[in-house]
Nanobody, 130 residues
Framework: QVQLVESGGGLVQAGGSLRLSCAASGRTFSGRSFSSYALGWFRQAPGREREFVAVISWTGGSPNYADSVKGRFTISRDDAKKTVYLQMNSLKPEDTAVYYC??????????????????WGQGTQVTVSS
């Protein structure tokens, strides 16, 4: 059974920060296999489609960010802990959404397209008040 479990969401004022975590477990991610997956964050606001936020490769290359979060959000991973993080700074009300982590692999190129990801978490709510 594969599990991705997000945590760290909550309510924050505009200009504040949050750090999301996503921990992986299950046979698919056993041993070193987690390190061979590209890991992404997506978000979905009410009435809107799920949109790409950030992705980090398994190769150690530079992450990719949506233009709307570039310079404010940072994605990182700790393969020993089988966890991916999203540090969110200078939050804006338009960042309010349910945030999902996702895994794509093994050994695949980074993608910003949600449909290519194999595994998803259940989501964590982020609400930014003005």
């Amino acid at each position: 059974q594969v599990q991705l479990v997000e945590s760290g969401g909550g309510l924050v004022q505009a200009g504040g920060s949050l750090r999301l975590s996503c921990a992986a477990s299950g046979r698919t991610f056993s041993g070193r296999s987690f390190s061979s997956y590209a890991l992404g964050w997506f978000r979905q606001a009410p009435g809107r489609e799920r949109e790409f936020v950030a992705v980090i490769s398994w190769t150690g290359g530079s992450p990719n960010y949506a233009d709307s979060v570039k310079g404010r959000f940072t994605i990182s991973r700790d393969d020993a802990k089988k966890t991916v993080y999203l540090q969110m700074n200078s939050l804006k009300p338009e960042d309010t959404a349910v945030y999902y982590c996702a895994a794509d692999g093994p050994l695949k190129s980074m993608t910003t397209t949600a449909g290519y990801y194999d595994y998803w978490g259940q989501g964590t709510q982020v609400t930014v008040s003005s």
